[in-house]
């Protein structure tokens, strides 16, 4: 522990220049003596480090010192395609451990590319969670993130639609979409997708299990989110729509804005054929009859009914209002 703690105050000091005993003693959630202990014995060791006293003061290495000794624990290697993405690193438990391959990874370069590295990081940041929506507190998402890189079985309640249900669940995967957090599992010789904020409680086995040689999980990801918007809407409206009828279409989904980007050419009325998925009849009359004259329905027959007699019955309401 204290050596990776010292390896861990010379990497921060090659990347900051100068740094406080308070400073590293929060950081490493240490004493300052002990602080004071560890920069002792990198002296001791050969390390040119050295202290001022007073404001502005701290330690910092002699001018053109760098070490490459800059190995990754496993913690570290696990965490080193997080070291972008810190707001998920920390919800899967990750955090601590990608700061510090960042760390040694900025260590390892040389001033030029350290320079642009940490020109980029500065530059972009990722936030997945939607407007006016808050992320899901999850208490048990870093310990299911370990389950996950460790092969453990789980055991779990779980809320769903159909109940509340004891299972266990092989976890594959992790996935993250919008704000919520997705658990990719095996269960009853089958893939199911399970939303981790549903979980009310789950317990860790000791029981490993053997992960899919062939399984790729992006590729997985995908083809259920095709599949879903499959079974979601069913149903295909065949349309015409204005410009202004294809601006507000695209604005109600990437479903409908795929459909838009799909329709046939501009006509000289400026008028557009596109193919909507929807969901049922009354689901696709509402949609459609929100648009008012932007568009007409060509199809199929059943919506056009559904259509018109939505329209009608608006109509009588209208007509009864004194």
Same mark, same amino acid.
């Given at each position: 522990? @204290?050596?990776?703690?010292?390896?861990?105050? $010379?990497?921060?000091?090659q990347?900051?220049?100068?740094?406080?005993?308070?400073?590293?003693a929060?950081e490493?959630?240490?004493?300052? @003596?002990?602080?004071?202990?560890?920069?002792?014995?990198?002296?001791?060791?050969?390390?040119?480090?050295y202290?001022?006293?007073?404001?502005?003061?701290?330690?910092?290495?002699?001018?053109?010192?760098?070490?490459?000794?800059?190995?990754?624990?496993?913690?570290?290697?696990?965490?080193?395609?997080?070291?972008? $993405?810190?707001?998920?690193?920390?919800?899967?438990?990750?955090?601590?451990?990608?700061?510090?391959?960042?760390?040694?990874?900025?260590?390892?370069?040389?001033?030029?590319?350290?320079?642009?590295?940490?020109?980029?990081?500065?530059r972009?940041?990722?936030?997945?969670?939607?407007?006016?929506?808050?992320?899901?507190?999850?208490?048990?998402?870093p310990?299911?993130?370990?389950?996950?890189?460790?092969?453990?079985?789980?055991?779990?309640?779980?809320?769903?639609?159909?109940?509340?249900?004891?299972?266990?669940?092989?976890?594959?995967?992790?996935?993250?979409?919008?704000?919520?957090?997705?658990?990719v599992?095996r269960?009853?010789?089958?893939?199911?997708?399970?939303?981790?904020?549903?979980?009310?409680?789950?317990?860790?086995?000791?029981?490993?299990?053997? @992960?899919?040689?062939?399984?790729? $999980?992006?590729?997985?990801?995908?083809?259920q $989110?095709?599949?879903?918007e499959?079974?979601?809407?069913?149903?295909?409206?065949?349309?015409?729509?204005?410009?202004?009828?294809?601006?507000?279409?695209?604005?109600?989904?990437?479903?409908?804005?795929?459909?838009?980007?799909?329709?046939?050419?501009?006509?000289a009325?400026?008028?557009?054929?596109?193919?909507?998925?929807?969901?049922?009849?009354?689901?696709?009359?509402?949609?459609?009859?929100?648009l008012?004259?932007?568009?007409?329905?060509?199809?199929?027959?059943?919506?056009?009914?559904?259509? @018109?007699?939505?329209?009608?019955?608006?109509?009588?309401?209208?007509?009864?209002?004194?």
């Amino acid at each position: 522990m @204290r050596a990776s703690r010292l390896l861990s105050i $010379l990497i921060l000091l090659q990347l900051r220049t100068r740094l406080t005993a308070e400073y590293l003693a929060e950081e490493f959630e240490v004493s300052v @003596r002990t602080i004071y202990r560890d920069i002792d014995a990198l002296s001791a060791a050969g390390v040119p480090v050295y202290g001022d006293r007073g404001p502005g003061g701290g330690f910092a290495l002699l001018g053109g010192y760098k070490t490459r000794l800059t190995g990754l624990n496993t913690s570290e290697a696990e965490a080193m395609l997080m070291i972008g $993405l810190p707001g998920q690193a920390a919800e899967l438990g990750l955090g601590a451990a990608a700061e510090r391959a960042k760390g040694k990874l900025l260590a390892a370069l040389t001033p030029e590319g350290n320079a642009v590295a940490d020109r980029i990081t500065g530059r972009f940041h990722l936030d997945p969670v939607d407007w006016y929506q808050a992320a899901e507190p999850i208490a048990c998402l870093p310990s299911l993130a370990r389950a996950v890189i460790d092969n453990h079985s789980i055991s779990m309640i779980y809320e769903s639609w159909k109940g509340v249900k004891e299972r266990t669940v092989d976890p594959i995967g992790l996935v993250q979409k919008g704000a919520n957090w997705y658990l990719v599992g095996r269960a009853q010789g089958g893939m199911r997708t399970y939303r981790v904020g549903a979980i009310q409680r789950m317990n860790v086995l000791e029981q490993q299990f053997q @992960r899919p040689a062939d399984f790729d $999980l992006a590729t997985h990801w995908t083809q259920q $989110l095709q599949r879903f918007e499959q079974e979601l809407r069913p149903e295909v409206a065949h349309v015409s729509a204005s410009t202004e009828g294809c601006r507000r279409l695209a604005e109600l989904g990437a479903y409908a804005a795929r459909a838009v980007a799909e329709g046939s050419a501009t006509d000289a009325r400026g008028w557009r054929k596109i193919h909507l998925p929807f969901e049922n009849m009354e689901q696709g009359a509402r949609l459609l009859l929100s648009l008012g004259p932007e568009i007409r329905v060509q199809g199929p027959p059943k919506l056009r009914d559904a259509v @018109r007699d939505m329209a009608q019955a608006a109509l009588e309401n209208l007509e009864d209002v004194e």
